[in-house]
């Protein structure tokens, strides 16, 4: 199988080679801009990350693993440091100007899932912390990084069935821990 630093190389001649780069850590960068920026706009900046690592791939030094994710994930981080920056300008020239600063609903309705979040969490702490680590690193793979069980099963060495059965124990553990103990 060609590392993705071969696949960069080639891409020169056979353009479909950067397709195989992108399939390979779309994932990853993808849930990664969603925790950055919400739902939303992580679309947008996906696809204006991958546009860039297109223009500047004859750029890509290889770190000697011959893998492009980290690569890919500075160029990522940059467009969401742009990102922001270029929300914060916008909000201070349309302050000087007089200009209304209205905010969206939805950027209302975002806020307002993770204050709700964050208070959910905070309740979670102790009961997150009371799992066996199986289990928890089950949940944060299946919740947090959205994988698949057989994905998760393959990372702790387990299969998929086994991998399923610790994710739903610990969210029953935490369903209990939410409704105070009660069954």
């Known amino acids: ?45 996906l696809a204006e990350t991958l546009a860039r690592g297109w223009y500047a791939r004859r750029r890509f030094r290889d770190p000697g693993t011959g893998s492009a994710g980290p690569w890919l994930q500075a160029i990522a981080a940059n467009v969401v440091r742009e990102y922001r920056r270029r929300g914060a300008v916008d909000l201070r020239a349309r302050r000087k100007l007089g200009l209304s600063v209205a905010v969206e609903t939805t950027v ?38 959205e994988l698949e069980y057989a994905e998760i099963g393959a990372r702790q060495g387990v299969a998929a069935a086994t991998a399923r ?12 821990a939410m409704r105070g103990g009660e069954e």
Request: glycine content about 4%; some cysteine.
């Open 1 to 45: 199988m060609a590392t993705d630093a071969d696949l960069l190389r080639e891409s020169h001649r056979r353009p479909d080679a950067y397709v195989e780069v992108c399939e390979r850590h779309v994932a990853d960068i993808s849930r990664w801009l969603r925790r950055q920026v919400g739902q939303a706009d992580a679309g947008d900046l």
């Open 108 to 145: 209302l309705e975002e806020a307002d899932a993770r204050l709700s979040a964050a208070h959910d969490f905070l309740a979670l702490r102790a009961p997150l912390g009371r799992l066996p680590n199986e289990q928890r690193t089950a949940l944060e793979l299946r919740v947090v990084d």
């Open 165 to 176: 059965t610790r994710v739903h124990r610990a969210l029953a553990s935490l369903r209990l």
